[in-house]
């Protein structure tokens, strides 16, 4: 049996990644139509936002933006 103090409280806290396209914010998760698509981005938030991505939350790029950026 787990310990309940190290278990989540709320069905947020069991996400811990932001499930939008760090490019143009639109969501990328599960019955989007973005899911099957997305790439992981492996930068940290602070590296994002160093590199001025519109929407540093974002821990995936959606397809599209994948294509426009090669």
Known sequence: MQNTKTMPK?????K????????CGRG????SGLFINRIVDL???KTRK???KPFPKG??????????VK
């Open 50 to 52: 160093m590199m001025n």
């Open 16 to 23: 811990s990644n932001i499930e939008i396209c760090n490019e």
């Open 10 to 14: 709320t069905k947020n806290q069991l």
């Open 28 to 31: 990328v998760g599960f019955g």
């Open 59 to 68: 821990e995936y790029i959606c397809r599209e933006c994948e294509e426009k």
């Open 43 to 45: 930068g940290d938030y």
